[in-house]
């Protein structure tokens, strides 16, 4: 049966269950019975100390832990304090000679005391040695059946009735069962005895030597040494754990805890008897060992041992951590005293007294292995076996691509044996899994996958990065100097600008994050911590006011200092809208800045609309917080102010992630990714740009794209490729035409860097066109290029019987831009006109004052900018006459109207005329009759100037002599207008000037006089 110490389970051991297991009792072992028996008999009392034993004032020499002691078992409590020991003089030395930290071996189980657990009852083995105050319980079954219990006295005797006296001092319980089955059987017939030990007997040990805490132990029959030494707080750092003598009478009996702690077969710590004496002998020579052994450690040489062998002092560290090859060296003493290192040739080699053994790795590169990355949830990564594997085994296995796999593209990272430097292999896995690219692996391959996502973040990556490069090398006019992935070393220092009466502290990690900005006069403070999903703001609601200056910089790299903000040229982000939260350029009046030409005005006002603006979006993103995922334009815009290099540092460490699993510099494999890099334009459902391997065809890239749209010309598929001369080094770019639907499409191989366009096929669908009004099948008619105004009056059934096509109205998109971009014309030169008019002295009175005929003027203006263009064209419209006159029947556009009004009967007259009203037609009628009949011209109107707008759209002027003449009568639906005079005779202004002018002549007419003299 197993006795267990209370230690065994004990948190931090470093023994690995060696300990534990090297703590079985040994000698004897005992099963614990549920027998209701005093822990210590009456008569056994008056023997104890009366100091109260060990356990500190309980009035019992055994404590219990948390006052629940268990009548089976014995709880011995330490006599001292349990603390750990400060590192020993031995551990500084030795730990400076191998140069890393080193503990004594054994000092953290035996080094402080502990509570030690000691059973009482139950059956006992064999070997265990009977003495005074050990109960003995004997039970009889058969002829003659009882119990009875019976201490071993003083003497030594056992008593039981009808039994002679046993004498059992100094023998063992198994020696003790033999007699007392003896003894039965010559008293009792068919009787069977049955013997257990019902209580052990209290023994007085001396413990001495190199422990914390010397001197008398009260211990039971089944403690051993290293229990009194628990309970006498453990051995001293300078005690030996492998010389530990007991006295017993005139022996010696030599104990070694090594082997207790390693859990070897030598661990034999014999039980305690009545008077034993503990000595605890100095620590004797040791040796050290570190490296890659389980156990490093100092460890104590046996008694009268010189030294050990280095593969036996590797063992007794418990062998390798790992199997593998490793060189020993050796520091030890010279004869000078000096310490020497030397490398020992075998593992024969002999250790000695204060020497420290080096285990070092000889080699751990690993031979024969590929490995595969194919997606952090993808469980076939791994590693593979180099020589027995080929590329298509790898990649051909059933979801080892994984669910969704990029097939175009992937890279394999070889390591040159000769230099050890890596190379970047492109790959393509579709071309693999077909069968027309393979090989085997190499040592130390790894095989990089791409998931479709991952492949269109990198390719994203580099396009963005290539965008930024083209836009410095264009400001600096350097083309080709700047890196692919930027220069950190080009960035410039912008130090924030600072609000008025604000002062503000900041700290920057180096990664970009957080900045604090405290406000000095006591509002609290704000932390902005920015990450890729937005903006943490914590600190009171009084936030400070700063700027980062035009929001993206002139560098490109990431790092920062206390006193300087290092923006970037590669930091304008698409995803806060291209704009810099800084530089106002928003749509809301928060964010407008009105320049008024005037340098400190226009600064002021763009500080204040910047200062506003940032105040409304940390309002508004506070208004926000607690609303999961919320990704507003305040928070935004905020991440682009806060860290100007987000959208940098964000997509280099998509390419950093890459590099570091293909064991390569970042711009290695930024360049490679970019070498191997398609564009595909034009009709395909998903144009852009694709990452390519070798030997990929066309139409697999075109499968990839999504195919091609239904109207998509497969006959002129354009390619152009530029191929490099290795000779000369001289770029030729050249241009083919691919007819993919003929053999080409399947036999065409994709080259990097190879711009595709599909052209779409002309489509003869020209648009729509809407009929209204006079025609028998009014509505939205889908015409074909080439189709003329005739065509579709004959699709919609021609006219009506009221139709009057003269009067056709025919509206058109193109000529309503034209006519909108005429009034905008003509506005801004009325409003230059007025411009220059309002500073130019005039003499006139009613020029005097150009205030008053300012808001006339600016109200024109505004009519005109406000004014919709109509695009009516003049056309005829009558079937009759456009099948006679094919040159006026004009082709229609995508959205023209077409309106047929019914047959009118009046004709207008509008303007400065006594009476604006519509007479009806009547032969013969001129225009001034019209007129007449509206009452004449007005005092205000020009009659020189009157004009007809006939029902066609077309105008006229009337000349005076046309007046005259009886023409023919107007047609139903003119409209005539009379203009007003906009300048009046004025007689008063006139007399002003034409006295002015004689004035004048009386004046230059006396001075020549004067002059002829």
């Known amino acids: 049966m197993v006795r267990f110490l209370s230690f065994f389970g004990r948190p931090g051991a470093n023994r690995r269950g060696t300990v534990a297991g090297g703590l079985f009792f040994a000698g ?70 191998a140069g890393v930290q080193l503990n004594q071996f054994g000092y953290n189980d035996l080094g402080a005391g502990r509570a030690v657990v000691l059973p009482q009852v139950g059956g006992m083995q064999d070997s265990y040695v009977l003495g005074p105050g050990d109960e003995i319980v004997v039970t009889l079954r058969g002829q003659e059946a009882g119990e009875h219990r019976t201490f071993v006295d003083r003497s030594g005797r056992v008593i039981l009735p009808k039994l002679n006296p046993i004498n059992v001092a100094g023998r063992t319980f198994g020696a003790f069962r033999e007699d007392l089955a003896a003894a039965v059987q010559r008293a009792y017939v068919a009787t069977e005895t049955f013997a257990s030990l019902g209580s052990v007997r209290q023994i007085r040990v001396t413990v001495g030597g190199e422990v914390t805490n010397p001197g008398l132990r009260v211990m039971t029959g089944l403690a051993s040494a290293m229990d009194a030494i628990l309970v006498s707080s453990g051995v001293k750092k300078t005690g030996s754990l492998r010389n530990i003598h007991i006295l017993r009478g005139g022996r010696r009996i030599n104990v070694d805890l090594y ?41 104590e040489l046996a008694p009268r041992q010189a030294g050990m062998t280095a593969a036996s002092l590797i063992a007794m560290a418990g062998g390798f951590a790992v199997r593998g090859r490793y060189d020993l060296v050796l520091i030890g003493l010279g004869a000078d005293g000096r310490t020497e290192t ?64 990029y097939p175009l593209f992937a890279i394999i990272s070889r390591r040159d044996p000769v230099s050890l430097l890596r190379t970047l292999v492109a790959v393509t896995p579709s071309a693999v899994m077909a069968g027309r690219q393979d090989f085997s692996l190499q040592t130390d391959d790894v095989v990089h996958t791409f998931t479709r996502t991952e492949a269109v973040e990198v390719i994203r990556a580099i396009n963005w990065f290539d965008d930024q490069r083209r836009r410095q090398d264009d400001k600096l006019q350097t083309p080709g100097q700047t890196p692919l992935l930027g220069r950190p070393d080009d960035l410039e220092p912008r130090r924030l600008r600072q609000q008025p009466g604000v002062t503000t502290s900041r700290a920057v990690s180096p990664e970009g994050g957080d900045r604090d900005f405290t406000d000095s006069q006591g509002s609290g403070s704000v932390n902005l911590a920015a990450n890729d999903e937005g903006i943490s703001v914590s600190g009171s609601s009084s936030i400070n006011r700063f700027d980062t200056g035009n929001g993206y910089g002139t560098g490109y790299g990431n790092t920062y200092s206390d006193d300087y903000d290092y923006g970037t040229g590669f930091a304008e982000d698409d995803a806060f809208g291209g704009t810099s939260a800084a530089s106002g350029n928003n749509n809301d009046d928060a964010g407008s800045i009105r320049m008024t030409g005037d340098a400190e005005a226009d600064a002021q006002a763009a500080s204040q609309a910047t200062a506003r603006q940032y105040e409304e979006d940390m309002a508004a993103l506070q208004t926000a917080q607690g609303t999961p995922g919320a990704t507003s334009p305040a928070s935004r815009r905020l991440r682009a102010r806060s860290d100007p290099t987000l959208r940098y540092r964000r997509e280099l460490a998509r390419i950093q992630r890459l590099a570091n699993a293909l064991k390569v510099e970042p711009a290695v494999v930024a360049n490679f990714i970019q070498d191997h890099l398609v564009t595909v334009s034009g009709a395909v459902r998903g144009p852009g740009s694709y990452l390519v391997g070798p030997d990929l065809p066309l139409s697999t890239l075109v499968q990839a794209a999504g195919g091609t749209v239904n109207w998509s010309d497969k006959t002129g598929v354009e390619r152009v490729s530029t191929v490099v001369d290795a000779g000369t ?55 074909v290029r080439g189709e003329r105004l005739s065509d579709i009056l004959v699709r919609a059934g021609g006219l009506t019987q009221v139709a009057y096509p003269y009067g056709a109205i025919f509206l058109r998109k193109s000529v309503a831009t034209r006519e909108r971009d005429g009034f905008q014309r003509a506005a801004r030169e009325l409003e230059s006109q007025l411009t220059v008019n309002m500073t130019r002295t005039s003499t006139s009175a009613s020029a005097s004052n150009p205030a008053a005929t300012y808001p006339a003027i600016r109200a024109l203006v505004r009519d005109l900018r406000n004014q919709q263009a109509l695009g009516r064209i003049s056309v005829v419209a009558d079937p009759a006459v456009l099948a006679t006159r094919p040159q006026v029947d004009p082709l229609l556009e995508a959205g023209d109207i077409l309106f047929i009004p019914q047959r009118p009967s009046t004709v207008t007259v509008l303007g400065e005329v006594m009476q604006s009203a519509s007479f009806p037609v009547e032969p013969n009628m001129t225009v001034a009759d019209y007129i007449n009949r509206a009452g004449g011209y007005s005092n205000l109107a020009n009659a020189s100037l009157t004009f007809v707008i006939l029902p066609d759209g077309t105008a006229r002027q009337m000349e005076k002599s046309w007046f005259a003449m009886k023409s023919d009568s107007l047609p139903p639906g003119s409209v005539i207008v009379v203009p007003k005079d906009v300048d009046p005779l004025n007689l008063r202004q006139v007399l002003l000037d034409g006295a002015q002018i004689l004035s004048q002549l009386a004046v230059g007419a006396a001075s020549l006089a004067i002059l002829s003299r």
């Open 28 to 97: 004897a072992a005992l099963t614990v019975t549920p027998i209701a028996a005093q822990v210590l008999p009456p008569q056994m009392q008056q023997l104890f100390n009366p100091r109260g034993g060990q356990g500190g004032g309980t009035g019992s020499p055994f404590g219990s832990q948390g006052g629940n002691q268990d009548n089976n078992t014995v709880i011995i409590q330490p006599a001292g304090p349990s603390a750990r020991q400060p590192r020993s003089l031995l551990e500084q030395i030795l730990s400076t000679r």
């Open 259 to 299: 082997g207790v702690l390693r859990g070897t077969g030598a661990a034999q710590v014999p039980l305690l008897t009545d008077g034993d004496r503990i000595i605890v002998n100095p620590l004797g020579p040791t040796v050290a060992i570190t490296g890659p052994v389980r156990i490093p450690a100092i460890y």
């Open 342 to 405: 030397s490398n020992l040739p075998n593992d024969r080699a002999l250790v000695r007294d204060s020497d420290v053994l080096i285990v070092r790795n000889s080699a751990d590169q690993t031979a024969g292995r590929a490995t595969l990355q194919a997606g952090t949830a993808n469980a076939f990564s791994g590693t593979y076996a180099a020589q027995a594997t080929r590329l298509s085994a790898m990649l051909r296995g059933p979801g080892v691509l994984g669910d969704d796999p």
């Open 729 to 783: 080094g001289m770029a030729r770019t050249a241009m083919q035409t691919l007819d993919i639907n003929q053999t080409q499409f399947a036999t065409a191989i994709v080259r990097p860097r190879d711009q595709y366009r599909f052209p779409e096929a002309s489509v003869s669908l020209a648009g729509t066109v809407t009929l209204k009004g006079e025609v028998r099948r009014p509505g939205i008619y889908n015409i």
